[in-house]
Every structure is written in C-alpha cells, then in structure tokens.
C-alpha cells in the first residue's frame, strides 16, 4: 500500500512539472489563455490530473485561437480516436475470451474470485478508452465548426453510446434478442487504423462472425422466398374460390341458392383484391432487405481480407 501511493505521489509530481512546462510554452503561442488561467487559479486543484490544460478545442468557442493549433489538436484527436476504437476491439475480444475460458475450466470459489479479478481489470481499461474515445470525439466537435471539416467525418466517428460497446457475439440486447435478429455493433465496421491490428485471432473472430452472419443473411432470404410465395398462393387461392361459387352458382340455377354462391363468389373477390394492394409493396421491402444484405457482406468481408 505504502508503495503504490509513493509511486502515485512520484507520477503526480512528474505530471505536475509537464504540465508547468506546457503552460509557459501555451502562454507564447496563446496569449488569450493566461486571463483564463487566472481565473482557474482562483480555486486551484490539487490534483494534477485535474489540472485544466485550456487547448483549442476548449477554448476557441469565446477566445480567438491560431486555426493552425487547432489543426494540430485536430489531427491528434482524429488519429486518436482510431486508436481508441482498435483498443476497445482488442479489450472486448479479450473479454469475450475470459468470459469463454471461465465457463469452460475455472472451477471453485478460489479460482472464481481470481478470474473475477481479472475480468474486473478488463472491464475497468474498457471504461477508460470509451470514455477517452468520447473525450476526442467532443473535441473533434468543438473544432469542426471553425476548421469547416463538414460532417463526413461524423458518420465515421459516431457516437459511443453504452450500447454500443458490445463484443461480436452480442447484440444490442442478448437477454431478448434472438440469433436472427442480432445486429453487430458499428464499432466493429469501422475501418482498422493499420493491418498490424487484425491479429491472427481478431481474424479468427471476425471470420467466424462473418459466416454467422452470412448463414442469418440466407436463412432470411429464404424466409423471405416462402413469404413472397405464400402471399401469392394466398391470393390464387382466393381467386379459386372465386371460381369455385360461380361455378356452383351457374349450377344452381335461380333462386337462394344461386344468390348464396354469388355472394361467395363477392367475398372471395373482394379478399383477393385486398390481399394484391395490401401487399404491393411488400416486393420492394423485400429487394430492399435483399440489397442490405449483400451490402453487409461486402462490409464484413472488407474486414476479413487478409
């Protein structure tokens, strides 16, 4: 205990010394940080990990800032979000791993808590890089609108919410969502910041991922043939029936009966012309799906190419 709070005490003072250094180098390149600094000072932190360091993003809103600074926070915050995104994939496949190996060989209490331990580890470096990935992403907001960098960037770097950190096997809710149904999380599509990250069992993964995919992508198109059929012999059959009473109409001559199967012959009509315009647009939903599904295979195989 005493140690690890003299090593804390030492990584504080190191920290506090960088952070000293940078706010005489700020003060030369942003003069308009120093009446914000003390203003800060009033209530200073004793914490240096708390310490405000004033850079562009947080400032450029109310106080003129140098574009080119903030072209340099820019670029470092979009490359770091990239990294932050291809660590949480490695933590999460990590964590998939423990999780499989504590059902498979861990048994009784000692072991249980070790691994818990571990997994506890796991779970808490995941928090850490989410929570960074947001803290760039809000900067990459706050400097977009004065570097007019447009919104492309925005449908790559979206928003991390909670749900969204899952591993490949998850869906957006596995308590209730069944295999068919499961929808991969957006962080797994985004594109890798170098070939380095897709390691032999990161590709394992995702190849597996891909033929589970690729297997619920047939089977609902296979679902989608049988409705697409059923809806037209749905249809033919009402049409049949239609023939039928007014065949049994025609025999019937004159009289109650005939007005019976005539009627009948209405019925069967009116069901079969209601079935082709409730259903006009079921063909068009059905290519659609058809579309999606190649494009979510084009998608998962731009991530398994070795």
Not at 45 to 53: F, K
Request: one cysteine or more; aromatic letters at 8%; proline letters at 2%.
């Amino acid at each position: 205990m005493e140690q690890q709070r003299s090593q804390l005490i030492e990584r504080r003072s190191r920290l506090q010394r960088r952070i000293i250094a940078w706010c005489q180098l700020q003060s030369l390149y942003m003069p308009g940080v120093l009446s914000l600094r003390d203003s800060a000072h009033e209530n200073p932190s004793p914490l240096a990990e708390s310490v405000h360091l004033f850079l562009p993003s947080a400032v450029i809103a109310n106080n003129p800032c140098d574009k080119k600074l903030a072209g340099y926070e820019w670029r470092l915050c979009y490359g770091l979000a990239f990294d932050c995104l291809a660590e949480l994939r490695r933590h999460l496949l990590v964590l998939n791993t423990m999780y499989q190996s504590k059902d498979q060989l861990i048994r009784g209490q000692h072991h249980n808590t070790r691994s818990n331990g571990l997994i506890q580890g796991v779970q808490t470096r995941i928090k850490y890089v989410s929570h960074k990935y947001r803290a760039c992403r809000s900067a990459l907001v706050s400097l977009s609108e004065p570097l007019r960098k447009g919104d492309e960037w925005e449908s790559i770097l979206r928003p991390l919410l909670d749900t969204d950190i899952r591993g490949l096997r998850e869906g957006e809710d596995a308590s209730s969502s069944s295999e068919g149904r499961r929808q991969l999380s957006w962080i797994w599509s985004s594109q890798r910041t170098n070939a380095a990250e897709l390691t032999l069992g990161m590709n394992e993964a995702l190849r597996i991922e891909w033929c589970k995919a690729r297997a619920r992508a047939q089977r609902w198109q296979e679902e989608c043939i049988l409705l697409w059929e059923e809806m037209r012999r749905v249809a033919e059959f009402h049409k049949w029936q239609a023939g039928v009473w007014k065949t049994r109409a025609d025999e019937a001559g004159c009289g109650g009966a005939r007005a019976y199967a005539l009627r009948q012959q209405h019925t069967r009509i009116f069901l079969m012309e209601k079935c082709v315009t409730s259903w006009a647009d079921v063909g068009q939903a059905l290519n659609a799906g058809e579309a999606a599904a190649a494009a979510g295979e084009q998608l998962v195989e731009c991530w398994t190419r070795t």
